[in-house]
């Protein structure tokens, strides 16, 4: 097999998180539904943070197990580091975007209500001027509100479709670092099983638009499948040209720490969104279907 067919194969992998990106445009989910696939899609991530960190440790742990304790040592501080990156980098730049947006936002006006005409009789002592009454516009803060959620939730799908990207460029690394020694069957076999991890990472990427009621567009969904697929067509392009464990395990620190900051805002958000049940039962449901693909891949023999 070629070096471009595999590039090809590779891209496939990575385009078949397109599939559960849909979900995103469904219209005017009810809201249990909407807290259902927010919590469905924190167990998908709950598994995939435990995947990557398992793929990440794999170097480290044979480095000790060879008593190479030089390269686990570095291992562990790559891994280290691009754990604090991935999740303490987005913190911040989270913080920086919410002073950006607080600059940004007009005051809310005061709207101050005329004076009604009234009698004014002798015994009334305050005059008719001040019964005019100082409130907020109604709509104003319901809309405001609406409109911060909404935006917060493109935020927090474009910062998946950034973990998940990182993820899926280290896994195109080791589909083009198989094709590059030769194990083909192997790398078909990586692309198979990754194809159908990404399926479900999709569905991750579009939960937040979907549990806040945002209905983008297809040309923004079109982008958040190019920033989480992509990057396995650019690693497989990669990795059949050298082979560097280290920066996998960096790739994947990055990846982790910006799941597990991602996992922690959607869970701050799903508690307030139904009831306990649902939310539990949403994420048990994320988390066995990240098993069962998991499955279906060990039982392909890869």
């Given at each position: 097999m070629s070096a471009s067919q595999i590039a090809l194969l590779g891209a496939i992998a990575g385009f078949t998180i397109f599939l559960g990106l849909p979900i995103g445009r469904l219209r005017s989910p009810a809201p249990r539904m909407r807290a259902l696939l927010n919590a469905t899609a924190i167990g998908i991530l709950l598994f995939l943070l435990w995947d990557v960190l398992t793929h990440a440790w794999e170097p480290l742990d044979e480095a000790i197990g060879k008593q190479s304790y030089g390269l686990a040592v570095v291992d562990g501080v790559v891994l280290g580091g691009g754990l604090a990156?991935?999740?303490?980098?987005?913190?911040?730049?989270d913080?920086?975007?919410?002073?950006?947006?607080?600059?940004?936002?007009?005051?809310?006006?005061?709207?101050?209500?005329?004076?009604?005409?009234?009698?004014?009789?002798?015994?009334?002592a305050a005059p008719a001027a001040e019964r005019?009454?100082?409130?907020?516009?109604?709509?104003?803060?319901?809309?405001?509100?609406?409109?911060?959620?909404?935006?917060h939730a493109r935020q927090l799908a474009l910062l998946i479709a950034v973990g998940i990207g990182l993820h899926n460029f280290a896994e195109g690394l080791a589909i083009g670092n198989s094709a590059a020694q030769g194990e083909i069957a192997l790398a078909v076999l990586l692309i198979i099983g990754f194809g159908l991890h990404n399926a479900t990472e999709g569905f991750g990427i579009v939960a937040p638009l979907a549990a806040a009621g945002t209905r983008p567009s297809w040309r923004y969904l079109a982008a958040l499948g190019l920033i989480g697929g992509g990057?396995?067509?650019?690693?497989?392009?990669i990795g059949q040209q050298f082979t560097n464990d280290l920066i996998s395990v960096a790739f994947l620190a990055l990846a982790a720490g910006s799941i597990l900051y991602v996992v922690i805002e959607l869970l701050a958000v799903g508690r307030r969104m139904g009831p306990k049940h649902i939310f539990t039962w949403g994420l048990l449901a994320g988390l066995l279907l990240g098993f069962a693909t998991d499955a279906i891949v060990t039982a392909a023999g890869v």
């Open positions: 990156v991935g999740l303490l980098g987005l913190v911040y730049f913080r920086w975007m919410a002073s950006r947006r607080a600059r940004m936002s007009p005051p809310v006006a005061a709207v101050v209500s005329p004076p009604v005409p009234v009698s004014v009789g002798a015994g009334d005019g009454a100082t409130t907020l516009a109604p709509e104003a803060g319901t809309g405001a509100d609406r409109g911060a959620w909404g935006s990057p396995t067509f650019l690693g497989t392009l």
